[in-house]
């Protein structure tokens, strides 16, 4: 089996299990509110677990200090500031070009 096939069937595989989820989800009535909290919390979490695995490793090791390091402080710090991703990804994208 070539390796496209494989991606177009993983694909078709995972909009399936999405579809599911959602048409049987209507019969399942009414979300409990804390669920439907928990379940709004896990796009960031899965976000952030991704960031920092990136930020804080290397492969198997840890990563050092580096200009990523220093585009996320201040862009944290923009961030804080403004609440603005606009201006975030205004910031921090072009100083990480910047100091790489």
């Known amino acids: 089996m070539s390796v ?9 595989g995972s909009y399936a299990l999405r579809g599911s989820f959602i048409a049987f989800a ?24 991704i960031v920092a695995d990136s930020l804080l490793f290397s492969g198997d ?8 390091h220093i585009a996320l402080a201040v862009t944290t710090v923009v ?5 603005s991703i606009a201006l975030c990804l205004a910031v ?5 070009w910047l100091l790489a």
């Open 92 to 96: 921090g994208m072009p100083l990480v």
């Open 4 to 12: 496209t096939v494989q991606i177009l069937l993983v694909g078709l």
């Open 61 to 68: 090791s840890w990563r050092g200090l580096d200009e990523w």
């Open 79 to 83: 961030a804080w500031r403004t609440k």
């Open 26 to 49: 209507s019969r399942l009535g009414e979300i409990p509110a804390r669920a439907n909290t928990a379940l709004s919390m896990i796009p960031p979490a899965v976000l952030a677990s």
